[in-house]
């Protein structure tokens, strides 16, 4: 996974977790995913009282950055946990690929049988990982 990314989460509209991944960091805490939950509702009530209406936000807490990005037609949450030093304009493309991704790939699938979420799930990790794990132009010769 890209080093700047420590986490990335996908939220649905009641702000349950759908998606989360971690790269894990030796010596950091877990994430209480509940707390994270909340605290995604409470941005969206907070934009819904003073009139924000903004689709991305960027927080800096502690030692990271969080990037946090809504998809207005179905009101679901994309975020990602990112070092302190991130660049923004990069994190923001990478977390609208992945929201773009998930949109085509899971979406249309979100109310179907468990057996066809699976497919869509993994259809969609595939997709991440290809965003998240880039081949440099060196890797692509030497596999050729």
Request: aromatic share 12%; proline share 1%; charged share 30%.
């Amino acid at each position: 996974m890209i080093k700047e990314i420590r986490k990335i989460f996908i939220i649905d509209s009641e702000a349950k977790p759908v998606y989360i991944r971690e790269n894990y960091i030796q010596g950091s805490g877990q994430v209480n995913y509940a707390l994270l939950s909340k605290f995604i509702k409470a941005l969206q009530i907070f934009a819904k009282e003073y009139g924000d209406d903004e689709e991305t936000r960027i927080i800096e807490m502690g030692g990271q950055k969080i990037f946090a990005l809504k998809d207005e037609f179905t009101n679901f949450q994309y975020v990602m946990v990112c070092q302190k030093d991130s660049n923004h304009k990069k994190m923001l493309k990478i977390l609208n690929n992945i929201k773009n991704l998930f949109i085509e790939k899971f979406m249309g699938k979100y109310h179907s049988d468990n057996e066809t979420k699976t497919q869509a799930m993994n259809s969609f990790i595939l997709g991440l990982n290809e965003i998240l794990e880039p081949v440099s132009k060196w890797e692509n010769l030497f596999r050729s």
